[in-house]
C-alpha cells in the first residue's frame, strides 16, 4: 500500500480524572487518564509526533505527559472530566462519569478542534457516534491520509450495527475491543466477529480485534489469511487504557508501510508498556530501544491461519 506518514500523528477523544477504588478498599485519587492520552502515548512510545486533541481543564494532572505529547491544540474547559474506576476482585473494571460530568459529548471534541495540516494521521477513540461520524467527515475534508477508530461497548447498544457499518467503511484501521464485537454480534467468537465485519467492510484496509490477555486478531484487505499477535509477556499491573494505546500503536504501525502484521505488533507493544503500572507511568517511561526489541521478539510469535 505504500502509506508513509512521518509526522502529525493526532488521537481525538477525552481526557478524564480517575479516581479509584480497588477491591481492597484502598483508593487512588486523580489519576491522569482519558483514551486520548492513552492513545497518543501509545504513538509516542514510537517517537512519533503525536498531539492529544481532548478538550480539559486546569485541574488535569498534566506532570510529566506533555513532554511525551502536545496538547497545545486541545480545547480548554473551565474542569475535566472526572471519572469513578471500580475495581473487582477479578480484576476487572467499571468506569462511571462522575455526576458532575455526565455529559459526554461536552467533554468530546468537535470539528472546530481538526486543524488542516496537522492530522495526517488521526485516531478516533470511543467517543458519542454523532461527534466521530463529524470528526471523520472533517478530516477526509481537511486531506486526513490514515484515519483509525474505536468504539465503547457501552455505546454501542444506543449506536446500533448500520451506523458503525457507516463509519467501518470509511476509515483505514477498525479497531474494536472483544468487548465491543459481542456488543455487536452477541454471541460470535471474536473471529466470527471479524469475518462479519470484514462482510459489512469489505473495502476497509485493516480490521483488528483487540483481545486483551489473548492478543489480536486481524485481517488485511484481500489477504486469504488472518493474523494473530499474543500479547507481549510482561507482568500486567492494570490494564486501563491498554485498549487505547494498542489503537495508537497500530496506527503508527500501520503508517510505516501498510502492513497489517506491522500494526498489529506496533499495538501490542504500546500496550505492553501500558499494562506494566498503573496510570500512565509505564508509557511516560518507555524507550524506543526496548519497544523495538519487545517488537523484533513479538514478530517470531505471529500466526496465520485460513479465514
Given amino acids: 500500500m505504500g502509506v508513509v506518514v512521518s509526522s502529525g500523528y493526532s488521537a481525538f477523544g477525552n481526557l478524564s480524572i480517575d479516581d479509584l477504588v480497588f477491591a481492597d478498599g484502598t483508593t487512588k485519587w486523580r489519576v491522569p487518564g482519558g483514551n486520548a492520552m492513552y492513545a497518543a502515548l501509545g504513538m509516542a512510545v514510537w517517537q512519533a509526533e503525536a498531539h492529544v486533541i481532548a478538550p480539559f481543564g486546569s485541574d488535569y494532572p498534566m506532570e510529566g505527559l506533555d513532554v511525551k505529547v502536545d496538547v497545545s491544540h486541545s480545547p480548554r474547559l473551565p474542569n475535566s472530566l472526572r471519572n469513578w474506576g471500580l475495581y473487582e476482585d477479578d480484576g476487572s473494571r467499571h468506569f462511571i462519569f462522575r455526576f458532575a460530568t455526565r455529559n459526554w459529548e461536552a467533554f468530546s471534541p468537535r470539528a472546530s478542534a481538526v486543524v488542516p495540516g496537522l492530522q495526517v494521521a488521526a485516531h478516533l477513540a470511543p467517543m458519542p457516534w454523532p461527534v466521530q461520524a463529524e470528526l471523520l467527515a472533517t478530516l477526509r475534508d481537511c486531506g486526513t491520509r490514515l484515519i483509525s ?29 472483544r468487548q465491543d464485537a459481542a ?28 483481545c486483551g490477555a489473548d492478543g489480536s486478531i486481524g ?40 502492513e497489517a502484521v ?15 503500572t498503573l496510570g500512565p507511568a509505564g508509557l511516560a517511561g518507555a524507550t524506543q530501544e526496548i519497544a523495538e526489541e519487545r517488537l523484533e521478539a513479538l ?9
Wanted: aromatic share 4%; charged share 20%; with cysteine.
Fill in 149 to 177: 477508530i474505536d468504539f465503547d461497548d457501552r455505546d454501542l447498544a444506543n449506536t446500533g450495527l448500520p451506523r458503525v457499518t457507516e463509519l467501518l467503511r470509511v476509515v483505514d484501521l477498525f479497531l474494536p475491543s
Fill in 183 to 210: 456488543a455487536m454480534f452477541p454471541g460470535a467468537s471474536p473471529v466470527e466477529a471479524l469475518r462479519r465485519l470484514r462482510e459489512l467492510g469489505p473495502d476497509v484496509p485493516l480490521i483488528g480485534i483487540k
Fill in 219 to 258: 485481517h488485511a484487505v484481500g489477504s486469504a489469511d488472518l493474523i494473530r499477535v499474543p500479547a507481549v509477556p510482561v507482568e500486567v499491573h492494570d490494564a486501563t487504557g491498554a485498549g487505547d494505546t494498542f489503537c495508537g500503536g497500530a496506527l503508527v504501525g500501520f503508517s510505516i508501510d501498510g
Fill in 262 to 276: 506491522d500494526a498489529l505488533l506496533h499495538g501490542a507493544v504500546s500496550a505492553s508498556f501500558c499494562v506494566e
Fill in 299 to 307: 514478530r517470531q510469535r505471529v500466526e496465520l491461519q485460513p479465514i
